[in-house]
């Protein structure tokens, strides 16, 4: 009797199981075909979002962060890549072989005298070459007239050098500033909003938070891009400073072999 009794429950139990693994079975496959839906529409969400050029997303968070501080930092950038490629174009072309313009001065100066090494520099481009002009000038009244000549106008090409450098000095620290001045206004926007609803709604906290992340990240940007440039600058012309040193006591060296043979 207890056998039969067992037997019963279990096949109670079994019976009881099987009718709710198929009542979950369509809810499962309803919620499959639901995640799948989901999942698809996902899928093309993202296919539309990749399908957009770098330029439109630029362009779309440009006009996001509001056209009144983004503006300024794009003047920023522009003002600021114009004065930097102005001035390494200006350095490129400031660049001389001061070896080679050594050597041809020194033979100048031995077979055609002072006339004739001014002749090569004044055929030379560069603050090296118009040093050695000016040293070459005053080289028939003295060797410390020579020197005083050289050294004051490496003074000068020196300030042409660096001229407009300091334009791009500031647009660095400007640009960052703008993006921190519009992360400020984009947050007491936010707080205006909270503030006249009553109420700590996130949607109306979210304009004004992005405008504001917006506006930081693009002065940032364009802070990094013009710090490239100038950190190039500089080394271009203390390069050229160093040149230009370099071949001031080479000059000096060759006009007292010139006054010392003749």
């Known amino acids: 009797m207890k056998k039969l009794f067992s037997i019963m429950a279990i096949a109670a139990l079994v019976f009881a199981g099987s009718i709710t693994a198929n009542a979950a079975a369509p809810t499962t496959s309803t919620s499959l075909v639901a995640a ?17 050029t770098w330029h439109q997303k630029l362009k779309e968070r440009f006009i ?5 501080f983004m503006g300024i930092v794009l003047v920023c950038l522009i003002l600021g890549l114009a004065m ?7 350095l490129n072309l400031s660049t001389t072989d001061t070896q080679k313009l050594a050597e041809d001065v020194e033979d100048a100066l031995k077979n055609g005298g002072v006339d004739a090494a001014k002749e090569v520099c004044r055929n030379t481009k560069g603050p090296v070459a118009s040093i050695y ?16 000549a050289v050294v004051a106008y490496g003074g000068v090409q020196m300030g042409q050098l660096e001229k407009n450098v300091s334009w791009v000095s500031l647009f660095i620290a400007l640009a ?29 906290v979210a304009g004004g938070i992005k405008v504001a992340l917006l506006t930081t990240v693009f002065g940032l940007v364009v802070a990094i891009i013009l710090q490239i440039f100038y950190n190039y ?5 203390d390069s050229i400073v160093n040149s230009m040193e370099d071949a001031s006591i080479t000059l000096i060296d060759m006009l007292i072999d010139y006054k010392n043979k003749k």
């Open 133 to 148: 002009y000016q040293g070459l000038e005053r080289a028939d009244e003295s060797i410390e007239a020579a020197e005083k």
């Open 176 to 204: 960052p500033m703008l993006g921190f001045m519009g992360t400020v206004i984009g947050m007491i926007t936010a707080f205006d909003k909270i503030e006249a609803a009553g109420d700590m709604n996130p949607s109306l």
């Open 84 to 90: 930097a490629i102005e001035r390494i174009i200006f």
């Open 233 to 237: 600058i500089i080394a271009k012309i």
């Open 64 to 68: 996001q962060g509001g056209p009144g």
């Open 36 to 52: 799948s839906t989901v999942t698809l529409v996902q899928d093309d969400a993202a296919e539309d979002v990749d399908n957009r």
